[in-house]
Structures are given as structure tokens and as C-alpha cells.
């Protein structure tokens, strides 16, 4: 088996152009990279580098306008919206910024919702998703905190249920995109050790998760195994 | 500020609210208003244009501008005066007398006598001999007579033979078609025969004891016909009345007024709605623009500057809206004409500018009195915001939005209701029942909430929208069954009500009145009824008395103050007596002791002891043909007026009532193929009136279905206010929707998952506001059927499945148009944050 068969997550040459007022803007060039199973990747770069946009495309959020990703075995361009919906459901976790936490939906149901969205879980009951929700939000320490709405909990709370909705399915692959950029050095710090906790906290017999970091904060950056440093839309 | 500036400044401003107009949150407010003030201009437009007919048609009917009617013939200083003042006058006389035709036949029949210059105000029609018909403005030449076609018929005449009339013999020259100042008193039921005013003297009909009314007729300028009136008002004598223009068919008058009340006020319903959503899409506005505002802040705008621009926006946007509101309403009128034109006769006149300034005044009050409340906000954006985006707008203060809103819903129904008791009634009975179906609203929120655990994600979600956005759901759960409930109102319950009331009206009800039956005639003629098949009709003598003292002291219109009660007094009653109590007037109180000989005793209907104040045991005096007969309440019977039996107000016991001059009255049911058996019989007892009470039935029947067919379309505008909730509360969701769309595609959500949580959610809320509006409707319906019409009501499981099937389907369908765009959502828009 080669190293790239292995990779849960693999670019080639991307690609992103956008047209703008000012004419057509390159945010990405030429850019290729590897994720391995259980690896941690920091993408590093400072604000306007493409990092996010880089991370839409390998999350298959968006489709880029040259190169190819494939996630998890797929070539990502081969697949419509609702494809690569469905390969995302259950097998890629996200951590924003914003935290993005459903504001209708309490904690446990926000968490629950990855779960409910993958087919592989049709046949199972509700009682035992609720219960793998729960088991979920007691490893964040919110146990207590479930029947909670988002507008109840703290920004730190908030991000807390951000990262067990993200790990709850066991994804292969979890991107986190600026994870304590909206906290305090305070309330960031325990994130972070959750997040780096919890992506390699595997069950026995699963494979650990993959985390692709995108910060600008070198700090953060240096806790993972790998650096990919992003300048101007290129990898530096 | 110079003129330059000015002019700068508002291109600028103008320039900015074309920019705004993008919006869609201004696009639903004028929406709604367009709705508001159309339905409120097409009722508007329409009542304007009957009310125009009616004081047409009003001096038509009176004869006049003026009328006097007097038992007494009008002295000539009246005729002079008003012919010295510049006035146009006629006279008249009308009377009852019996005809006798070819084969001696007679015929009860009603003369009247005319000037030549009768009629005054409209036109006549006969027609000749040859069958021509004429439009006339003059009355016949003496020696000649016109009769309605019924009386030539029953005579055995036509047009060129000559008719006798009292010692007169008179040519008929034509057949009289249209008498435009008819009136509607019961001694006009019989036939008409007209003849010059000048002839009526040699009739030698008028003599001591003769019923003749006199009219005076005049017509000419306003004024001077009131100084004339103010000239002739000491003059007059008991027994002589004056009628203006608003005397002229009052039951009419009457109904039609009432009918343009409700109308109006069922407009409002759709003003009601619109401002709920106009709310909704104000408050949105607001949100949006607070970046704007506190820029504007930061850099030095005063809040009022603020508030100005902003608030000036929405009220250009009202004024465009409003117009373009009116010129809808404007052509919603020609079916609102074209449903209910023939209330009046003849052609309606074109409408005026009255309902232009109206439709405007209620989109600028609906504007200014649900949006304000929000632009206020806006004008107290802190200028910090600049620095730290959580700052939001200060909240709205619920009871100045609340205390706005009704300010400006009690004005438009203080207008329209035009009686401000009315108004304040219907202003709490709004507020109480939004305030029912709000709380109702929000339980049944509440109620579903156990049901998101037991569905899957879709119904979560769905579920989980409607709860959380608690008041916003609420207030369109309101909106919905609102406008449900005005349709199931009139779809459903409306036909079960009539269907209701046709079936409380028994298979054999009478059909066919015979008033006027001469003593001695009563027994002929039942046996002739009898002999051609009929069941043997029962005759209740009737005797006309007038009420004229309680307890023995004098009453008259003049003691009480309800209109109805004095017009009871001001003329006669038709009392009866009867050994037995009527088997369809059930005794309520007291006891039936009239069979008992001597006895003085009366029996009283319910309403009329109420409206009297009359307690058991009281003592009636009525004057009966010039005797006062004195009698005492033993008892009270309840009486269904709508039974179209015989009925009478006050029983006396016979021995009490029966030397008294009376004529017999019975009902009866007449099967359609025995028509021409009546005219042989009653050409043998010509002094009897038959009355076709069928005719009156299906008259009754056509209106109550012309105005409610016309209500239906009035709601159809409450139904289409609704809407614009609907979509009020789709646009100010939209930003969130598209975000939270954008995070479940992130997740994994496949575009089926959003759909089915859409429809979950909006299916959830039309199925609610349907069950909401089909209990109200039915509990409505009930109440309807057993306080107002008294009869007993099926709940109509339709009602539940129209109300709820079409809630869901509609609501859901409508839901899913507005925010299916929430679909096409790229995932990537949530890396972005939220705004």
C-alpha cells in the first residue's frame, strides 16, 4: 500500500480564482498537500493568505476552480452538493470560529445532529444516539449543560458542544478553522486541550481522527505534528 | 442650510430609498399595505357609490324633497306659501275602495288621486293600449284612470273600457307599470288605480269616516326647502307629519347600512393583519439598517435625524403603496358592485373622491401606527456599535408597539364603525380575541414540542424553529387562522347555517297570509278553501287598537326612549282573543285563564313585556274604534316571529275582546299547482289581501346570499394579509435560515433533509392555525345558531378537515415558496460567520 492510498485527505495542485471588481483575483496556486490517518496539520498564514478558502476546498465545501482533492478515497469534483453532503455525514467533524452551533436545537440535540444525519445510523435508536450524544458532552464536561440552548452557555460553553458534535460520530477527519478565535486566552486554552485530546483519543480498533488546524497563531501551531505555511495563495 | 443643500440632501435621500426599495423587507411592507388599503378602497369605493344611489334614489322614493302626509286635506295657504317661495308642490290622496268591473266583479283596491304635475321627483311608466310603454312626468287627465295590470286583470277590463269609482265613471287610458313613490304601508298592498286630483271629489268617496291620507309633495333648493319646513313645522296639527329624504325607506336605509357597516369593518380585519405583518417587516428593516444608523450616529446625526430618514422611507413607500392600494381597490369595487349592485334599483352613480382620501388616511395611519415603533429603535442605535457589533438595537418597548398599534386600529375603527360605542366594543373584542388565539397559539406551540424527540431529524428541526422563534410563530399562527377562519366562516358554517334554518322551517309552514277577511266571510271562505283540497284554515280575528295607557296611566312614544318601542306606540296593534293558548306560543309565565267567562284577562308576548317594562298582573288600556278597553296581564307567551304562523303581540280573553269591531286573518300553506284555484276564490271575497310570503322567503334567502357572498370576497383580503405575514416573517428569518441551512449541509444534511425540516415546520404551523380557526369557527357557528337564530347546530367534521387540510397544505406550500431559495445555500457560507 503506497502513502497516498493511506491518505484520508489528499490535494493536488489546487487551484482558486474569483472574479472581482477589480478584475480576477487568485487566492490559490498551485497548492498540494497530504493529511494522513490520526495526523495533526496546522495551516498556517496570516489573514487574506487563502487558508480559509483552503480549507473550504479540502472540506469539499466548495469546488475549486483547478486541482483535485480527494476526501476520504473520493475525488471530490466527481460528486454533486448532496455527494459530497453524504460523504461528509458522520466522517468529517468541523470546529468554526463563530461556533455555528444551531440556535434552535439545545446542546444534546445540537450534538446529536451528526449522528442523525448519517445513514449508517438509520437502523439504530434514538435512546442509543441520545446516549452516545450524552457520552459526548460529558467528555467536554457539559453533562450537566445538555437541555441547554445556546444562547444559555458562555462563548467557551459554546465551543465545548462545538467540539463534541464535531468528535461525537468518531469522524475520520476534523477540520477546525480559527478554534479559539472569538475566546479569550483563558477560555481558549481548555478547547485546545480538548480538541487535541479528543482527536486522538481513539476507541481500541479505531483509527484515531486526522486534524487539520487553520490558525494564524503560531503557538497553536506548533502543538501539532505538521506545519503548512500559506503566503499569498501558495505554500511557502 | 441653503436651497442648494436642500435640494442635494433630498436627491441624496431619494437616491437612498430607490437603494432601499431593494430591500425585500420594504417590498413586504408595501405588500401588506397595498392589501390593507385596497381591501379598505373597494368597500370604500362601493358604499360610497350605493350611498350616492340611496339619497338619488331616496327623493324618488319619497315623492319630493319633502313629503306631508295629513288625514286632512291640505290647506291651499301650504300651496300658496310654497308657491311663493319658488317651491314645486303637488298634492295626492290615497284610499281604499272596492271596484266593480265587467261581470260585476269587485276588487278591494287602492286609489289614488294625483296633480298633474305628480311625479315630482323621477319618472312614471305606463303603458297604452297599444302596448307601448311611455315614461311619463305627469299624472292622468281628468276623466281618465290607470290600473296595475293585476286589478285590470281581476276586474275583467282592459285599457278603453270604463270603470266605475264611487258615482264616477272613469276611461282607462293606460296600465300603470311604475309608481316610483309607492309606499311600503300596508294599505298599499291592494292594487293601484290612479285618477286626476281634481276628479276625486266627484267620486263622492270622501265623506265622514273615509280613510284618506293626504300627501303634499315639494321639491326645489335645500335651503329653501328647509325655511319652508321651518315655516311649516308650527303650523302642523296632530295627525299631519312631515318626512325628509332620510325617511324614505328606512327599512331599506337601514340594512343597507348595516350591510356597509359589517363590510367596512370586515375590511379591517384584512388592516388588522397587514399591520402584524407590516410590524414584522418594519422590525426587520430596522435590524438590518442598524449598522447604517450607528455610522450615521458615530459621525454626528442626531436620533431624530435618524429616525427622519428612516422613518420618512417608510412613509413614501406608505404613500406609493397606498396608491397603488387604491387603484386596486378601485377595480375590486366593480365586483363588489357586480355581487351586490341590486340592492338598489337602476344603475349605481360612479363613486367620488371621498373613499381617494380615506384609502390614504389608512395606509399612512397603518403605517405610522405598526411601523413607528421600530423606527424608533433604529433613531436609538448607541454610535458605539461602530466599535463592538453585539451592541443591537435598544429593545422594543412592547407597550408602546402595543399602545401604537391600538391607537392607530381604534382610529380606522372609530372611522369606520362611525359610532364610537361600537368601536370601543370591537376594539376589545379584537384584543380579547387575539389575545385568546395568542395564548392558544402559543400553547399549542408548546404542545407539540414532546414530538420533536419521537420524529427524525426533519420534524426536530422544523419543531425546534417554531418553538424557538416563539413570539414570531405565534403572531403568524394568529394571523393564519384568522384568515381560515374568515373562510370556513363563510364557507362552511354559513351553508350550515342555512341549511339549518331551512330545515327549522317545517315542510307545510305557511306560505300565503289572508289579512282583511271580513266578519261573516271567515266561514265561507274556509269552506271554499276546503272544498278545493286545502286542510280547513283556522281564523284569528284580529282588531286594531292603539295602546294608550299602562296601569291606568296615559302612555305614549313620547315615555320611552328606544326608537322601536316608540314606534310600537305610535301606531295600532293588532291584538286577537282566543279561548285556547296558541299551540306554537308556549306560556312562559303565569297562566292561560282567558277561556274563563268574565274574564278581563291578556296574554303578552315576551319581547313586548320586556320592551314595555310589564310585569304580570300590570293593566293594558288600548283604545279599539274610538272605546277604551282595559285588561290584565295573566300571562306571557314566547313567540318565534320567524315561524310564519299567525302571531299577535297581546291574546285578550274573548269575553274581554269579542263585541269589538274585527276583521279575520289566517296562513296557510299553498302548494304552487293550486294558484289559479286562489284567483277563483278570491275574486269571490274581494276585500281579502293575499300575501305570498314564498316571494318574501326567497328574497330574504337571495340577500342573505348576495352579502355574504360579498363578505367572502371583503375576506378574501384578510386571507391575502395573512399571507403577507407569512411572508413578513419568511423574510426577517431569511439571513438566519440561510445560515443554518448552510451549517446542516456542512454537516452532512442532504437537500431533502432542509426540505422535509421546511415543510415539517411550516405543515406544523398551518396544521395548528387550521385546527385554531376550525374550533373557533365551530364554537362561532354554535353561538350564532343557538343565541341568534335559535336552532340547534351540527358540528360539521368539514370544517375540521378544510381547516386543517387546507392549513397545512397551504401554509406548507406557501412556506416552502418563500424559503426554498435556502436550498441552493453553498456550505461554504458558515466558514464566513454569522453577520
Not at chain 2, 437537500?751 to 415543510?759: E, F, H, K, P, S
Request: charged share 20%.
Amino acid at each position: 500500500m503506497d502513502a497516498s492510498s493511506q491518505a484520508v485527505l489528499e490535494a493536488t495542485d489546487l487551484h482558486q480564482r474569483v472574479e472581482g471588481p477589480s478584475g480576477t483575483l487568485d487566492i490559490l496556486r498551485g497548492v498540494s498537500l497530504a493529511v494522513n490517518p490520526g495526523e495533526t496539520v496546522a495551516i498556517l498564514g496570516a489573514s487574506g493568505s487563502g487558508k480559509s478558502t483552503l480549507l473550504g476546498l479540502l472540506a469539499g465545501l466548495d469546488a475549486p476552480s483547478g486541482g483535485e482533492v480527494r476526501l476520504l478515497g473520493q475525488t471530490i469534483s466527481e460528486l454533486d452538493e448532496d455527494g459530497r453532503a453524504a460523504l461528509r455525514a458522520g466522517r468529517v467533524g468541523f470546529v468554526f470560529q463563530s461556533f455555528q452551533l444551531l440556535p434552535a436545537l439545545s446542546a444534546l440535540e445540537n450534538v446529536l445532529l451528526p449522528l442523525e444525519l448519517n445513514p449508517e445510523h438509520e437502523a439504530q435508536s434514538g435512546a442509543e444516539l441520545t446516549r452516545r450524544a450524552n457520552e459526548a458532552l460529558d467528555r467536554v464536561g457539559l453533562a450537566q449543560r445538555a437541555r441547554h440552548y445556546p444562547h444559555q452557555l458562555s462563548g467557551g460553553e459554546q465551543q465545548r458542544v462545538a467540539i463534541a458534535r464535531a468528535i461525537v460520530d468518531h469522524p475520520a477527519i476534523l477540520f477546525a478553522d480559527e478554534p479559539t478565535g472569538n475566546l479569550d486566552g483563558r477560555t481558549g486554552e481548555p478547547i485546545i486541550e480538548h480538541l487535541f485530546a479528543l482527536a486522538h483519543d481513539a476507541e481500541p480498533g479505531r483509527t484515531p481522527t486526522a486534524l487539520l488546524l487553520v490558525t494564524h497563531d503560531p503557538e497553536l501551531a506548533s502543538r501539532c505534528d505538521r506545519i503548512i505555511r500559506i503566503q499569498d495563495g501558495v505554500l511557502a | 442650510m441653503n436651497r442648494h443643500t436642500g435640494l442635494r440632501n433630498l436627491r441624496g435621500w431619494l437616491r437612498g430609498t430607490w437603494q432601499e426599495w431593494r430591500s425585500a423587507e420594504l417590498r413586504v411592507l408595501a405588500a401588506a399595505l397595498v392589501v390593507a388599503v385596497a381591501a379598505v378602497a373597494a368597500v370604500g369605493f362601493f358604499t360610497d357609490r350605493v350611498d350616492r344611489g340611496m339619497a338619488d334614489q331616496a327623493a324618488s322614493l319619497l315623492g319630493g324633497d319633502l313629503a306631508i302626509t295629513s288625514r286632512s286635506p291640505v290647506p291651499d295657504e301650504w300651496v300658496d306659501e310654497a308657491r311663493e317661495r319658488g317651491l314645486q308642490s303637488v298634492r295626492s290622496a290615497a284610499l281604499p275602495s272596492v271596484l266593480f268591473g265587467a261581470d260585476d266583479q269587485s276588487r278591494l283596491s287602492s286609489l289614488r288621486a294625483v296633480d298633474p304635475d305628480w311625479p315630482l321627483v323621477g319618472e312614471a311608466r305606463i303603458r297604452d293600449p297599444y302596448g307601448q310603454e311611455h315614461t311619463i312626468t305627469h299624472g292622468p287627465e281628468p276623466g281618465e284612470a290607470w290600473l296595475e295590470g293585476a286589478l285590470l286583470n281581476d276586474l275583467g277590463l282592459e285599457p278603453g273600457d270604463t270603470v266605475t269609482v264611487g258615482r264616477r265613471d272613469l276611461e282607462i287610458t293606460a296600465v300603470l307599470t311604475l309608481e316610483p313613490d309607492r309606499g311600503s304601508a300596508l294599505t298599499d298592498l291592494a292594487p293601484r288605480l290612479m285618477l286626476a286630483y281634481e276628479d276625486l271629489e266627484s267620486t263622492e268617496l270622501i265623506g265622514p269616516g273615509s280613510r284618506v291620507n293626504y300627501q303634499f309633495y315639494l321639491s326645489g333648493i335645500d335651503s329653501v326647502v328647509e325655511a319652508y319646513t321651518d315655516w311649516l313645522e308650527p303650523r302642523l296639527e296632530p295627525g299631519q307629519r312631515i318626512q325628509g329624504l332620510e325617511d324614505a325607506a328606512p327599512e331599506l336605509r337601514a340594512a343597507v347600512e348595516r350591510a356597509e357597516r359589517f363590510l367596512g369593518l370586515a375590511s379591517l380585519m384584512a388592516v388588522l393583519l397587514a399591520g402584524a405583518a407590516i410590524a414584522v417587516a418594519a422590525h426587520h428593516f430596522a435590524q438590518r439598517r442598524a449598522d447604517s444608523a450607528a455610522i450615521m450616529r458615530a459621525l454626528g446625526a442626531s436620533a431624530r435625524r435618524v429616525l427622519a430618514v428612516y422613518f420618512g422611507r417608510v412613509l413614501l413607500v406608505a404613500v406609493i403603496a397606498s396608491l397603488i392600494g387604491l387603484a386596486l381597490g378601485f377595480l375590486a369595487q366593480f365586483v363588489l358592485s357586480a355581487l351586490l349592485g341590486d340592492w338598489l334599483d337602476g344603475d349605481l352613480p360612479p363613486p367620488g373622491l371621498r373613499p381617494v382620501v380615506a384609502g390614504l388616511g389608512v395606509g399612512l395611519i397603518t403605517a405610522a401606527g405598526f411601523a413607528l415603533p421600530a423606527m424608533l429603535r433604529i433613531g436609538q442605535v448607541p454610535p458605539l456599535r461602530v466599535l463592538r457589533r453585539d451592541i443591537g438595537l435598544p429593545s422594543a418597548s412592547v407597550w408602546l408597539s402595543g399602545a401604537l398599534a391600538v391607537a392607530a386600529f381604534g382610529a380606522l375603527l372609530w372611522w369606520q364603525a362611525a359610532d364610537p360605542q361600537l368601536a370601543l366594543w370591537v376594539l376589545l373584542g379584537t384584543a380579547g380575541a387575539l389575545l385568546i388565539l395568542g395564548l392558544l397559539g402559543a400553547a399549542l406551540v408548546l404542545a407539540v414540542r414532546p414530538l420533536r424527540d419521537r420524529g427524525g431529524i426533519a420534524l426536530r428541526f422544523g419543531l425546534a424553529n417554531l418553538s424557538r422563534r416563539g413570539g414570531l410563530s405565534a403572531v403568524q399562527l394568529v394571523a393564519f387562522s384568522v384568515g381560515i377562519l374568515a373562510l370556513l366562516l363563510l364557507a362552511i358554517v354559513r351553508v350550515d347555517l342555512l341549511e339549518a334554518w331551512d330545515a327549522s322551517i317545517p315542510e307545510d309552514a305557511p306560505n300565503h297570509f289572508y289579512v282583511n277577511i271580513q266578519p261573516g266571510e271567515q266561514e265561507p271562505l274556509a269552506d271554499r278553501m276546503e272544498e278545493a283540497g286545502l286542510e280547513r284554515p283556522q281564523m284569528d280575528p284580529m282588531i286594531r287598537g292603539r295602546l294608550v295607557a299602562i296601569n291606568d296611566l296615559p302612555v305614549g312614544p313620547g315615555d320611552f326612549d328606544d326608537e322601536r318601542t316608540r314606534r310600537l306606540l305610535d301606531r295600532e296593534f293588532n291584538l286577537s282573543y282566543a279561548d285556547e293558548p296558541p299551540e306554537h306560543n308556549p306560556v312562559v309565565e303565569g297562566h292561560w285563564t282567558l277561556d274563563q267567562p268574565e274574564s278581563d284577562g291578556l296574554s303578552v308576548e315576551a319581547g313586548l313585556m320586556e320592551r314595555l317594562e310589564l310585569e304580570l298582573g300590570d293593566s293594558l288600556t288600548f283604545r279599539i274604534g274610538g272605546r277604551a278597553v282595559r285588561g290584565s296581564i295573566t300571562n306571557v307567551r314566547e313567540v318565534n316571529w320567524d315561524s310564519f304562523r299567525v302571531n299577535f303581540f297581546v291574546t285578550g280573553a274573548p269575553a274581554l275582546l269579542d263585541e269589538q269591531p274585527r276583521t279575520y286573518i289566517t296562513a296557510f300553506r299553498l302548494p304552487e299547482d293550486m294558484r289559479d284555484a286562489q284567483s277563483r276564490w278570491l275574486r269571490d271575497f274581494p276585500a281579502v289581501t293575499a300575501i305570498d310570503v314564498s316571494a318574501i322567503l326567497e328574497r330574504v334567502r337571495d340577500i342573505i346570499e348576495q352579502a355574504t357572498r360579498a363578505v367572502e370576497y371583503v375576506f378574501l383580503f384578510t386571507l391575502v394579509a395573512g399571507l403577507t405575514v407569512l411572508f413578513a416573517a419568511v423574510q426577517a428569518t431569511r439571513d438566519v435560515r440561510r445560515r443554518e441551512a448552510a451549517l446542516l449541509r456542512t454537516l452532512g444534511a442532504r437537500r431533502r433533509d432542509i426540505r422535509n425540516a421546511l415543510l415539517a415546520e411550516f405543515g406544523t404551523l398551518g396544521f395548528l392555525a387550521g385546527l385554531l380557526a376550525a374550533i373557533i369557527a365551530t364554537v362561532i357557528g354554535a353561538l350564532l345558531a343557538w343565541q341568534v337564530f335559535d336552532f340547534d347546530y351540527r358540528v360539521n367534521p368539514m370544517t375540521f378537515v378544510y381547516g386543517i387540510g387546507g392549513g397545512t397544505l397551504g401554509i406548507a406550500l406557501a412556506g416552502w415558496l418563500g424559503t426554498r431559495r435556502v436550498l441552493d445555500q453553498a456550505p461554504l457560507t458558515v466558514l464566513r460567520g454569522p453577520e
